[in-house]
Nanobody, 123 residues
Framework: VQLQASGGGLVQAGDSLRLSCTAS????????IGWFRQAPGKEREFVGG????????NYSDSVKGRITISRDSAKNTAYLEMNDLDSEDTGTYYC?????????????????WGQGTQVTVSS
């Protein structure tokens, strides 16, 4: 499985941003897609994830209410929309895929990782 994350950039505090993760190599419906982020000097942190058939979305409590995770099967793409960004959201954002998984917050559950996209929130 190959994962391509995109959509990061430099934004202002309070802005919104949508990240994309396009997967290839396996049927998209078979993949749970998780989003993680990592700030300098910190451990990789689960943000949220989603699977389909059956549909299931999982959000981290730390960002719940500010993010929306969705999937477009026709485009083999998952999205992470983040609102009301602040400096604590700065970091490298990674998408990961787990074959047949449940979009858990456990790093080791994921079999494939994208290259990451940088999000920098300026105050």
């Amino acid at each position: 499985v190959q994962l391509q994350a995109s959509g990061g950039g430099l934004v202002q505090a309070g802005d919104s941003l949508r990240l994309s993760c396009t997967a290839s190599g396996r049927p998209f419906s078979s993949l749970a897609i998780g989003w993680f982020r990592q700030a300098p000097g910190k451990e990789r942190e689960f943000v949220g994830g989603a699977r389909e058939s059956p549909d299931h979305v999982n959000y981290s409590d730390s960002v719940k209410g500010r993010i929306t995770i969705s999937r477009d099967s026709a485009k083999n793409t998952a999205y992470l929309e983040m609102n009301d960004l602040d400096s604590e959201d700065t970091g490298t954002y990674y998408c990961a895929a787990d074959l047949g998984g449940w979009a858990t917050p456990i790093v080791d559950d994921y079999d494939w990782w994208g290259q990451g996209t940088q999000v920098t929130v300026s105050s």
